[in-house]
């Protein structure tokens, strides 16, 4: 089994061809066996379908979902969608604009569930309806420490756009809104290092490898 090769100065990404006889495995994709396999997936997932990679995330995915306000050009939202992926979130929700720069997911979007909500009151509903509190991610007066606050088990992680961050809107819909503390001269930090920050911490809390 040989190593395909990316054009970015000839690292090795992937698996070529599967010798013969290939597995009689139903997850398998022929089309992957015959010609290679060139995806950003993990090994364990070398071959196989997307349906079968995504049914078999789901059957172990967390029960934290990721929402991103969607007001205006974001390359941000891509990187929320990538961590999501990478912590196992249970959905990203959209809302705002339906269209959204996909660059930065690097096509875990095909992996990841993506909803979209028009507005913040079709959001909240949403979440509501779901019992879901909505935990506000952001810098704002009167916000607690993420690492100091609870964070509960079931719940939506909620991030604002670069720049302005959480919209008036989107911190009436929160149950309560926290913050990662900060110690340059910056006065934030992007909503795509944001979310891997807080879905991390959401994994070592109640992640399968927590402390009991």
């Given at each position: 089994?040989?190593?395909?090769?990316?054009?970015?100065?000839?690292?090795?990404?992937?698996?070529?061809?599967?010798?013969?006889?290939?597995?009689?495995?139903?997850?398998?994709?022929?089309?992957?066996?015959?010609?290679?396999?060139?995806?950003?997936?993990?090994?364990?997932?070398?071959?196989?379908?997307?349906?079968?990679?995504?049914?078999?995330?789901?059957?172990?995915?967390?029960?934290?979902?990721?929402?991103?306000?969607?007001?205006?050009?974001?390359?941000?939202?891509?990187?929320?969608?990538?961590?999501?992926?990478?912590?196992?979130?249970?959905?990203?929700?959209?809302?705002?604009?339906?269209?959204w720069n996909r660059r930065g997911a690097m096509v875990t979007d095909r992996y990841q569930h993506v909803r979209h909500h028009e507005d913040l009151a079709t959001f909240a509903a949403w979440a509501s309806g779901a019992e879901l509190p909505v935990i506000g991610i952001d810098l704002l007066p009167g916000s607690r420490p993420l690492y100091a606050a609870e964070l509960p088990v079931r719940c939506v992680l909620?991030?604002?756009?670069?720049?302005?961050?959480?919209?008036?809107?989107?911190?009436?819909?929160?149950?309560?809104?926290?913050?990662?503390?900060?110690?340059?001269?910056?006065?934030?930090?992007?909503?795509?290092?944001?979310?891997?920050?807080?879905?991390?911490?959401?994994?070592?809390?109640?992640?399968?490898?927590?402390?009991?």
């Open positions: 089994m040989t190593a395909a090769h990316d054009d970015d100065g000839g690292r090795e990404v992937g698996v070529g061809p599967h010798p013969l006889p290939w597995p009689d495995d139903p997850r398998l994709d022929p089309d992957l066996l015959a010609e290679g396999d060139r995806r950003n997936v993990l090994d364990r997932y070398r071959y196989w379908r997307r349906e079968a990679v995504v049914s078999d995330l789901d059957a172990r995915r967390h029960p934290f979902h990721v929402a991103i306000e969607n007001w205006q050009h974001d390359m941000n939202i891509g990187a929320v969608v990538r961590n999501a992926n990478a912590f196992l979130a249970a959905e990203v929700h959209i809302v705002g604009r339906r269209r909620l991030f604002g756009q670069e720049g302005p961050g959480l919209s008036e809107a989107a911190q009436s819909a929160c149950d309560q809104v926290l913050h990662i503390p900060q110690f340059g001269s910056t006065r934030s930090i992007n909503a795509g290092v944001a979310s891997g920050i807080a879905m991390y911490e959401w994994v070592r809390r109640h992640g399968p490898e927590a402390a009991p």
